[in-house]
């Protein structure tokens, strides 16, 4: 990708990988220019999410950006607080993360996933007017469904290891597993 294709990425937006009733909703911040140029989420070669994904237990292998269509499959998918791309999210006011967590709370009440969870705490600080949010399981609801932030998988996060990352994805799905084991089966 040069870095002209990149630059014509700015401002476009990309596709949710959604459906009703998911297990996990993951949230980024917003796209980068590498997803703005191919469509894909967390498309950045140095994004960890699809290797903390697989490690966590989510996938049963680790994924391709382009393969993202596969998490449904799984109970999981993908969306973003802003929707346009950049090239890094602190292009992104306040006012456009706020605004996105209005537009992100539509979309929880209408799809209802089991749990939402948003890579990125400052992010989600911004976004859900909580100053005093930490990674992990948040105390709010958006109606049924849970929160829980998980760290910024960008390669840019250098404050979280892979590994790291993997054990508190993982932290989540036990708890979306648990939940799942917990539901009412439509036989008994």
């Not at 297990?23 to 796209?31: A, S």
């Not at 269509?69 to 993908?78: D, Q």
């Not at 100053?131 to 404050?159: F, K, M, Y």
């Not at 990352?165 to 708890?175: D, N, P, Y």
Request: with cysteine.
């Amino acid at each position: 990708m040069t870095p002209e294709e990149l630059e014509a990425a700015r401002d476009r937006t990309i596709e949710d990988v959604i459906a009703g009733g998911l297990r996990v909703l993951f949230c980024g911040i917003n796209p980068g220019l590498m997803s703005g140029a191919t469509g894909h989420h967390f498309a950045r070669p140095g994004n960890r999410f699809w290797p903390v994904l697989h490690a966590s237990g989510f996938t049963p292998r680790r994924l391709h950006p382009s393969e993202q269509r596969e998490l449904l499959t799984y109970g999981l998918g993908i969306t973003n607080v802003a929707a346009r791309t950049t090239a890094r999210a602190d292009e992104l006011s306040d006012e456009e993360l706020r605004e996105g967590g209005r537009v992100l709370q539509e979309k929880v009440l209408r799809y209802e996933p089991t749990w939402l969870a948003v890579v990125g705490v400052t992010a989600y600080r911004v976004a859900f007017g909580d100053r005093h949010a930490r990674i992990g399981p948040q105390d709010r609801t958006i109606g049924r469904t849970r929160l829980w932030v998980l760290p910024n998988p960008s390669g840019l996060n250098a404050h979280w290891t892979p590994k790291a990352m993997a054990e508190e994805f993982g932290r989540l799905r036990a708890a979306a597993d648990a939940e799942k084991a917990a539901e009412p089966h439509p036989d008994g």
